[in-house]
């Protein structure tokens, strides 16, 4: 018998404390519904399924996200859906202004509905937004690049919109037969192939393949602390031409950037790199000349003679991503100097087109693409890099500065949603110009031709709001004549199948999105199930 410890109260007090704390504990599980309360409670538990929690979350934000994505095309299909039936009213129109039995005067009551018909497409294209974005105008107020529709001096220039600059392809035109300094500015740094080393010769050459080229542009090329090209940006020459450098680093304020040393005066092609023992072709499979730069068969300077013949019928095109601006030269093109080639494009493209260095470069967050003082710039996002390939069939390609037009033509709307619980589960929709210039119902001169069309003219509308102004001007498809008239129900059917593309389009991504949301509402139902066995008390073994 012990006097100072009475073991058997202490056991009982031991064992009621045990007690009492698994008592509360089950009484806290069950009150409220979880298992998990504290890190205490299961450690490696609440770590697991704290991650599970946020990939729930994150799943069920990115269903709402891809209902709102739905909600946006829905709205931009709606829009087009009375595009759709303003086009038809207009091709109906176009066929009765057709017909031989009406006269002028029933023609030019035609024009009128015409007109009108014309300015709430653009309405539509300028005002149709969603959460304030512009979803119909192409993206126009902000990355916009102007390409207009003209005809002048025997020279047609056509072509929607060109934006979504993803890759930088850089050309440029230098004098045959001289010798220009390669440089490429990245990041401030400015890599060239030196005076002292090698240099980019205009001329004959002994022959050399793409490879070899790449090869000495990416060792050769150097800044002043003799840092290599090829250790920032990667080299490629496709099989069809294209010269490319790419930044392998994104960023702000990046510039990329091709020159020549000094003026040049007329147009040439790249024919090769030599080093102090050689000479070399340059080309894409050892076998011919590539077509990067400025290539053809011709080499002319400024005031030299050219025949009208080699040039007649023959075309060219810019392409930035699949969207190309066309220039033909008529068949009848009987310039023959250089400068009436170069007159006859800039009033055809409504831009300028000259014979000088070239700068393709990114600055300050904008696109520019410049020749002597002309400039072109546009608006991209920050870290893009623009990508701009100009080629031609069968004749040198004529590479300058592109200055704006006189009306703004939008190009792309293109917007991304997150449609994952994860960095880069995204997706992207694209909705083109849907206006009517865009569409080729309307143009920037009276009486100007269509341009894709044989017949097709347009006619000022006066009295007309494009839906963002009170301008009062427009440009509408001219039925006023049988030939007109005739002429403009093939441009309609053209813009008809347009809109008939973007809203299958808009169909596809809407049904894919749904898709997206059963699938997404699955995940997180799973998910949560399993997290529901980790994180939540069983109330038949608690109670």
């Not at 053209?494 to 699938?519: C, F, W």
Request: no cysteine; proline share 0%; net charge negative.
């Amino acid at each position: 018998m012990r006097i100072n410890h009475n073991i058997a109260a202490l056991n009982t007090y031991r064992q009621l404390t045990i007690g009492q704390g698994a008592a509360m504990k089950n009484m806290e599980k069950l009150s409220s519904g979880l298992r998990i309360n504290r890190a205490g409670d299961d450690a490696a538990g609440l770590a697991i399924s704290e991650k599970m929690r946020g990939q729930i979350r994150g799943l069920e934000m990115a269903a709402k996200n891809s209902q709102d994505a739905i909600s946006l095309i829905q709205t931009a299909e709606g829009a087009l859906n009375e595009t759709h039936a303003i086009l038809q009213r207009m091709k109906e129109l176009a066929t009765q202004a057709a017909n031989g039995t009406n006269t002028d005067s029933d023609r030019a009551e035609i024009q009128k509905e015409i007109n009108q018909l014309t300015s709430e497409i653009n309405r539509i294209g300028n005002t149709t937004e969603f959460n304030t974005q512009k979803l119909l105008d192409g993206g126009a107020s902000a990355n916009g690049i102007s390409a207009g529709t003209t005809d002048a001096k025997g020279i047609a220039a056509t072509g929607a919109q060109i934006r979504g600059l993803q890759a930088i392809d850089l050309k440029a035109n230098f004098t045959s037969g001289g010798t220009e300094t390669l440089s490429v500015i990245i990041d401030s740094s400015t890599y060239s192939i030196s005076q002292d080393t090698m240099k980019v010769l205009w001329g004959d050459g002994t022959g050399k393949t793409k490879d070899d080229l790449i090869n000495i542009l990416s060792n050769y090329m150097v800044d002043s602390t003799n840092n290599k090209l090829g250790d920032v940006a990667t080299i490629s020459i496709s099989d069809s031409g294209i010269f490319t450098i790419t930044n392998k680093t994104a960023g702000t304020g990046q510039t990329i950037q091709l020159q020549t040393s000094s003026a040049n005066t007329g147009f040439g092609k790249l024919i090769g790199i030599s080093d102090s023992t050689a000479s070399v072709d340059i080309t894409a499979d050892g076998t011919g000349q590539i077509e990067a730069v400025i290539t053809g068969s011709k080499t002319v300077a400024g005031t030299d003679s050219i025949n009208a013949s080699d040039w007649a019928g023959k075309s060219f095109t810019v392409e930035v991503n699949g969207r190309t601006a066309t220039v033909t030269i008529a068949n009848d093109f009987a310039g023959t100097k250089l400068a009436d080639l170069l007159v006859a494009f800039n009033n055809a493209f409504d831009a300028t087109f000259e014979d000088g260095a070239v700068v393709a470069a990114i600055n300050n967050n904008k696109f520019t693409f410049t020749t002597d003082s002309n400039k072109f710039t546009s608006d991209v996002e920050d870290g893009v890099q623009p990508s701009l390939r100009i080629s031609g069939d069968n004749l040198d390609k004529i590479l300058g500065s592109v200055a704006a037009g006189s009306s703004e033509v939008g190009g792309t709307y293109t917007q991304r949603f997150q449609i994952g619980a994860n960095q880069g589960q995204s997706f992207e929709i694209q909705i083109e110009d849907m206006r009517a210039q865009a569409l080729g119902i309307s143009g920037t001169v009276a009486g100007g031709n269509q341009g894709t069309v044989d017949g097709a003219k347009f006619t000022t509308v006066k009295g007309a709001t494009n839906g963002t102004d009170s301008v009062g001007t427009e440009y509408a498809l001219d039925v006023s004549t049988f030939e007109t008239a005739s002429a403009a129900i093939k441009v309609l059917d053209d813009a008809i199948q347009k809109v008939s593309a973007q809203r299958s389009q808009l169909g596809a991504y809407q049904n894919r999105l749904e898709h997206t949301i059963n699938n997404l509402g699955t995940a997180a139902e799973n998910l949560t199930a399993a997290e529901s066995r980790i994180r939540d008390v069983d109330y038949a073994l608690a109670a």
